[in-house]
């Protein structure tokens, strides 16, 4: 119990705090939900998205789930995006893993997860698709980082395959899906340059296959 009232003392000391800067801050916030981006991040304690992107509350949707997956079975993730695509009208869908994951690094390790399998699977198909060029690397370090890309591939694919998302191209709608990747030992997110902004540069990407694509720098 300790621990949770440490949490709500915490709570309220950051409430005070917005008021100091802003008496009007929580007021506003009521109607502030206008975000032109969704962020499908992993659960991993260790990557807050609004503060590694900079933005603040009411400027970033979010839905994380272990290991940033995007299958046609979660209904909680496609409801997320089905909202922020119809609902929200938000321009950019950012799929953003990152290195060191502790559901990819299960997924290569073939680990005995329990329940959890049924939800790794997903990732362990994606090591599947590029099991030539991962297995082809000696570091375990690097070919775990890579499975992270290869990870991250896969479902952005996975979400320019959605109905919502192609309903929103047909209709000429301002919406790209992103690709990336967070590096926790420098704080720094990069770009895996995996976009598409409508259906043909949506089977462009799937064409990459299992072609090289990596992080060229910021």
């Known amino acids: 119990m300790r621990s ?11 409430a005070a705090q917005r008021k100091r800067e802003d008496p009007q801050y929580f007021e506003k916030m009521r109607f502030q939900q206008n975000p032109e981006y969704l962020w499908i991040g992993c659960s991993d304690s260790r990557v807050p998205a609004n ?3 900079g933005l603040q509350p009411g400027e970033l949707f979010v839905h994380r789930n ?5 299958v046609p079975s979660d209904l909680n993730c496609l409801s997320s995006i089905t909202y922020a695509v119809n609902e929200l009208h938000v321009k950019h869908v950012i799929v953003c893993g990152h290195y060191g994951c502790g559901g990819v690094k299960a997924a290569l ?5 329990g329940l959890t399998e049924n939800w790794l699977m997903h990732i362990r198909e994606a090591h599947e698709a590029h099991f030539e060029e991962i297995e ?7 070919k775990l980082k890579r499975l992270c890309e290869v990870n991250v591939l896969e479902q952005v694919k996975n979400v320019s395959r959605l109905p919502v998302v192609k309903q929103a ?5 301002d919406l790209t899906v992103h690709g990336w ?3 926790l030992e420098e704080g720094l ?4 340059h995996l976009k598409a902004s409508n259906v043909e540069e949506a089977m462009a990407m799937r064409r990459l296959g299992k072609e090289k694509f990596r992080s060229r720098g910021d």
Request: proline share 0%; hydrophobic share 50%.
């Open 4 to 14: 949770l009232e440490n949490l709500l003392r915490k709570n309220r000391e950051w």
């Open 136 to 142: 082809a690397i000696a570091s375990y370090a690097e």
């Open 109 to 113: 390790d073939d680990a005995d997860v």
């Open 51 to 53: 503060e590694i992107v």
């Open 181 to 183: 990747i967070y590096a």
């Open 189 to 192: 997110i990069h770009d895996l």
């Open 66 to 70: 272990v290991a940033n997956v995007v």
């Open 169 to 173: 191209w047909k209709a000429k709608r």
